[in-house]
């Protein structure tokens, strides 16, 4: 007989939580041990119940799964994390992925949808929506460019890491006593170097720059 997966879910609405414990438990392979709408609150249960899978919100109101997902996945290391987003991105999908996320899945995916990723997993296999190749994404290696990452000046590296943890560009600026402006033109240049034209690109490859250099600035 299958294993019955152990599952904890992180989420911001508790109808839509209990909606999904529903689902999962309907054919008695999946049992939701806990449900909760804070980070810390997911954190804690993480660590105490060792699921076999997490359900998460990517936003949360203490932000955003990335500045807790390292920490949630080392809490857990055999555990499987899929991340709930409010629509289908692939850009987001590399950087999770390195956070330690095996799964990304839209919120307006079917149920089907999320039990054949949760069965993928159960089998050792990692699913990827088709949409995305078919519209040209390509997963990078995890060496793609991060010598780009050095180029970077100390206060470059101190705003990206603080995006990758889910800060609000009003506090960063806050923190480094500049302007809400110049904040943008902080990065304008940190995607120059970093050559990408996005938030989400320049925190893929910050990301992976973290995940192999635990020390980034003295």
Known sequence: MMKVW???IVGCHPTSMLGTKLILEEGG??????????????????????????????QMPEGNVEHVLSELKSSC??????????EEDSELFQPLLELGASGV???????????????G?????LSVPLTW?????????????????MQLTATEMFIMERIVQGITYDK???E?????RSIDNYLRKIYVKLEVSTRAQAIEKFALFSRQNKQIYA
Do not use: C
Not at 77 to 86: L, N, S, Y
Not at 121 to 125: I, N, T, W
Not at 133 to 149: E, H
């Open 6 to 8: 152990r599952v904890v």
């Open 29 to 58: 392979e999946l049992a939701v041990l806990a449900m909760h709408n804070s980070w810390s609150e997911g954190l804690y249960s993480v660590k105490e119940l060792q699921p076999d899978l997490v359900l998460a919100d990517y």
């Open 77 to 86: 290391e055999d555990a499987h994390f899929i991340i709930m987003t409010e």
């Open 105 to 119: 899945l839209s919120k307006g995916a079917s149920s089907r949808q999320l039990l054949l990723m949760i069965n």
């Open 121 to 125: 997993l159960r089998e050792g296999f």
């Open 133 to 149: 190749i078919q519209k040209g994404y390509r997963p990078v290696t995890s060496s793609r460019g991060l010598d780009s990452v």
């Open 172 to 174: 960063i600026a806050l």
């Open 176 to 180: 480094i006593e500049v302007s809400r």
